[in-house]
């Protein structure tokens, strides 16, 4: 199975978890938010024997009182690939398992949340986590993943962290037989703040 696949579907949700975690059933980390405020967060990605090393920036170019629209750009081996621009309903609290890519088929439950205090960008921050499982179907790969956010209403756009590890079952084209590829990836912020446009 490619690795750049592989690689793709970590994004489609590593990425929306981005923007869909919550911190109690009415947190909305978007509703303090201004335009011009950004998080980039460093990708570790293990898959295959591979590393492979990315960035994602998250910025919030637009808000009104009732929704955010955020720009997500990944940047990996020099390759930029701008998400679409995602709508955020900042009238109600975020379900991380509404949020899941176009296509995908199958479940995303909260399995475990509690608090913890977390080193993120060199100061030590309060956080909430909550642990997710999922279970499912996306353009042809099987997907069993579990996911850990940690998150901080004092860091600029809340994700403090993401940690995810999964195993992914797709068709190899060239032997006509089905594998497993197991992946480990982390999101860690390396910059927060506002760049007013």
């Known amino acids: 199975m490619p690795i750049r696949t592989i690689f793709a579907a970590t994004i489609l949700f590593a990425v929306p978890m981005l923007a869909r975690t919550a911190e109690n059933d009415d947190f909305n980390p978007y509703k303090a938010a201004k335009v011009g405020d950004y998080a980039t967060y460093k990708l570790n990605t293990k898959v ?15 808000k009104t009182e009732k929704e955010a629209k955020l720009k997500v750009v990944s940047s990996v081996n020099g390759m930029d690939v701008a998400g679409p621009i995602q709508t955020i309903d900042l009238t109600k609290p975020y379900d991380p ?7 995908f088929e199958g479940t995303m439950k909260k399995v475990k949340d509690g608090k913890e205090k977390l080193k993120v960008m060199g100061k030590d921050y309060d956080t909430t986590w909550n642990a997710y499982d999922l279970d499912g179907k996306i353009s042809g790969m099987e997907i069993k993943s579990s996911i850990k956010v940690w998150f901080s209403k004092d860091i600029a756009l809340g994700v403090a962290k993401v940690e995810m590890t999964a195993e992914i079952k797709a068709l190899n084209t060239e032997t006509s037989k089905l594998e497993t590829t197991k992946l480990e990836m982390t999101m860690e912020p390396t910059e927060a703040g506002n760049k007013k446009p």
């Open 48 to 62: 295959a024997g591979n590393n492979i090393p990315g960035v994602i920036t998250q910025s919030v170019i637009e």
């Open 97 to 103: 398992t509404k949020g899941l890519p176009p296509g």
